[in-house]
């Protein structure tokens, strides 16, 4: 029984775990392959180690460049379409917010809700 709650636990923490993959996906799901054009997308670090990674990157075929430098400046994030970006958003201006994803915030107990512990999401990347 222990094992089985231990599983139940991690796979839901497992499932919140991974939000720059996420994020990567919903902005190719929604905008990417409806643009039909070329875009750029910036990808912050929070994004890059939490699952946007070059095996996401399935339109660079179609012209997608996929940006993940460290320390830009204000003035460089106008050459980007998209951003895949921690929140709170630093250097928002031009920019709206279409999407956020949840991260992984810790574990949780409820003692009315089998097996009582459980992975708490909340809201961790922009797109």
Not at 53 to 58: D, K, L, P, Q, Y
């Amino acid at each position: 029984a222990t094992v089985l709650a231990n599983v139940l636990v991690f796979s839901a923490a497992a499932r919140v775990n991974y939000p720059g993959g996420v994020a990567l996906r919903a902005l190719h799901d929604r905008w990417g392959y409806a643009l039909n054009a070329a875009a750029t997308v910036h990808i912050d670090d929070r994004a890059a180690t939490t699952g946007a990674s070059r095996f996401g990157e399935e339109l660079v075929d179609e012209g997608w460049v996929y940006d993940k430098r460290d320390g830009l400046g204000l003035d460089a994030f106008g050459d980007f379409d998209f951003r895949l970006a921690e929140l709170p958003l630093k250097h928002a201006d031009g920019f709206d917010v279409v999407a956020t994803v949840d991260g992984f915030a810790g574990l949780g107990v409820d003692f009315k809700r089998p097996p009582f512990l459980y992975a708490r999401a909340e809201p961790a990347l922009a797109v």
